[in-house]
């Protein structure tokens, strides 16, 4: 938790004395976001990495690095937080442009792959336990 106040501290200052597309305050935006998915709060790493998609976005080509791994990084949140639609749209988005530029078997490629599969699995199981749900409650029930 110190970890974070100070980081949230940083933050403070930083947007005091650095603008918004500067790469040094994106790195601490980065970092202070790291720092709420590994406590936990997934909510409000989410929050801030929008902010941080939404800024590389107007400052860096659609294709660079940086870009899709805070995309990346961003679906991850949201996966956590349960917006598993707005998580597989970014990871589809993701993918497409991995593929347009890198090759079929570059590790970063097939880590986006693999995660996008891990959304569709997730997003297919919340279906089924749903209906599953939904069909044991009418197995109950007594029709008379």
């Not at 961003?74 to 598993?84: I, N, V």
């Not at 970014?90 to 890198?102: C, Q, R, T």
């Amino acid at each position: 938790m110190e970890a974070i106040k100070l980081l949230e501290r940083v933050m403070e200052i930083a947007a005091n004395v650095l603008a918004e597309s500067t790469p040094l305050r994106r790195r601490f935006q980065h970092r202070l976001a790291k720092a709420y998915i590994a406590s936990g709060r997934m909510t409000a790493a989410a929050m801030l990495l929008e902010r941080v998609v939404d800024i590389e976005a107007t400052v860096l080509a659609e294709a660079d690095p940086l870009l899709l791994r805070s995309q990346q990084r961003l679906a991850r949140a949201y996966m956590a937080t349960g917006q598993l639609k707005e998580a597989i749209t970014l990871l589809e988005h993701v993918v497409a442009v991995k593929e347009g530029v890198l090759a079929e078997d570059n590790p970063s490629r097939l880590k986006s792959k693999h995660i996008l599969a891990r959304a569709y699995k997730e997003r297919g199981e919340e279906k089924s336990r749903s209906w599953s749900r939904s069909k044991g409650r009418r197995g109950d029930r007594k029709e008379g």
